[in-house]
């Protein structure tokens, strides 16, 4: 992968960020540490899932050796694997066993985001999968100690989900194109 690719990568993560995440505050906490600058996007340009483990155990490192106030979380992005979302998936598993074996259960979570995310007993098609679809297969790697931290002061923090698939449901189509134009790349093309 090129330096212009993994730029171009990286661009359309931030914009993706700061327009969905942020701008239909789905995560109410993501704001704060955008806004410092606290939080990495790692563009992995590995084409197996071996060296992609290992990528993830490198970030993981990263964030061990480093104070939550210079990086409070890692999103990594894999565009060059994981087209489909049920390889993605299923790869989720190994990523919390790498949790598991290194003794992070409890330190980090990983939260899930993929072009096709779906949602287990949704359609593909249903505006709820929305709150989880960017633009490349992302593993973002939070720590729980800053979650806990802010769910101290957030009020119904388990209403968070409902008003989320509340507020993609309410965006219009052409809101929809705006906000997700990865989506219809390949309609277009």
Same mark, same amino acid.
């Given at each position: 992968?090129?330096? /212009? ?9 931030q ?13 109410? $906490? +993501? ?6 600058? &606290?939080?990495? /996007?790692?563009?992995?340009? %590995?084409?197996?899932? +071996? ?8 970030? /993981? ?5 480093t ?10 992005? %894999?565009p060059?694997? $994981?087209?489909? $979302? #049920? ?13 598991? &074996?290194?003794?992070k #259960? ?20 249903? +505006?709820?999968?929305? %709150? ?5 297969? /992302? ?5 729980? +100690?800053?979650v ?8 119904d ?17 052409? &809101?929809?194109? #705006?906000?997700?134009? $990865? ?7």
């Amino acid at each position: 992968m090129s330096d /212009i690719a993994k730029s171009d990568v990286i661009q359309q993560v931030q914009q993706w960020l700061e327009d969905v995440v942020i701008g239909l505050n789905l995560c109410p $906490f +993501a704001a704060k540490p955008n806004r410092n600058k &606290q939080i990495k /996007i790692h563009v992995s340009d %590995t084409d197996t899932e +071996a060296d992609l483990l290992e990528d993830i155990y490198q970030q /993981i490192t990263t964030l061990d050796n480093t104070p939550s106030d210079v990086l409070d979380t890692t999103l990594i992005v %894999t565009p060059s694997l $994981f087209s489909e $979302f #049920e390889n993605y998936n299923q790869f989720l598993d190994l990523v919390d066993a790498l949790l598991h &074996q290194l003794g992070k #259960e409890g330190t980090y979570q990983v939260a899930s985001f993929h072009p096709n995310y779906c949602f287990y007993g949704t359609h593909p098609d249903d +505006a709820e999968n929305l %709150t989880n679809r960017s633009p490349f297969p /992302i593993f973002h790697l939070i720590r729980e +100690a800053s979650v806990e931290k802010v769910l101290k002061h957030y009020p119904d923090p388990e209403g968070i989900p409902e008003r989320n698939i509340a507020c993609v449901e309410g965006l219009s189509k052409a &809101q929809v194109k #705006e906000l997700f134009p $990865f989506l219809f790349k390949s309609l277009s093309s």
